[in-house]
């Protein structure tokens, strides 16, 4: 009986097991990566399996690259307060609206948390790699990437305005126009406050922006459409033109960066 007993609880063990392995595809330095986190990244993105695994790789080794850094508690309330205070809100309002938006407000904390590690991380680790680039790089990178810094010549827009930023909110959760005032215009781009340009242009046909505060009410701006096409002169786009070639510069440190970190990690793959 008792032989019994013990055969039972290692073929118990043993299918406990093999269920276990079955749903690991490989392991990074002992992390394990997923069948179905492979198959939620290809879902979500579009790439190939081959790419979500090579996403995955990089962040389990990117937590080990980070794992002696540490952010404090009181860090995070100094970058919490000053999100709160750009957004011209209460912290008790922004947990409020966390809240009603599914998020627990330790969820958030931690998602601070690593957003400042990544950024340390990244400033520690990287950016040191990156040099400043001069004045004829950039123009190369402008004349090399036209079609970039092309932008629409006006825009038509809905403006929905209230005294009441309540009104707003709510009018941003249900589209009810109940206390809203709206009218429907058309904006020159040529002139335009560059931060007001910048949020319609990142603002994509048919989305709302952010609520802004115009000092005696709260406005909220659909953009319908953007209409035309000119290209910025260099000296225009500058700004945008050391972005883009900085933000490209960074993805290819990174890259290489963990390429190398890679190399030296003990890969193994549990199943294809």
Sequence with gaps: MKRLILLGLFVLLTFSQAKMLDGVALTVNGEAITTSEIA?????????????????????????????????????????????????????KMQKLLKQQGTSWSKYRESIRQAMKKERFFKEKVARTILPPN???????????????????????????????????NFLRTHSTKGIRSRSETK???GMNPAML??????????????????????????KSKNGRKLLSFDEARNAVAGRWRQEQQAEALKDYFSKMKTEANIQVIRK
């Design 188 to 190: 020159k781009t040529q």
């Design 135 to 169: 004045e004829d790089q950039l123009k190369r990178y402008y004349q090399a990437h036209q079609e970039m810094f092309m932008m629409p010549t006006s825009l038509d827009l809905t403006e929905y305005s209230s005294t009441s930023e309540k009104a707003i909110q």
């Design 40 to 92: 939620k990244i290809q879902r979500k993105t579009g790439m190939s399996r081959q790419q979500a695994i090579d996403l995955l790789v990089q962040d389990r080794l990117q937590k080990v690259a980070m794992k002696n850094i540490k952010i404090s508690e009181e860090t995070i309330d100094a970058k919490i307060a000053q999100i709160a205070n750009l957004n011209n809100i209460s912290i008790p």
């Design 198 to 223: 910048s949020m319609l242009l990142s603002t994509p046909d048919g989305g709302f922006t952010r609520p802004l505060n115009a000092g005696d009410r709260w406005v909220v701006y659909k953009v």
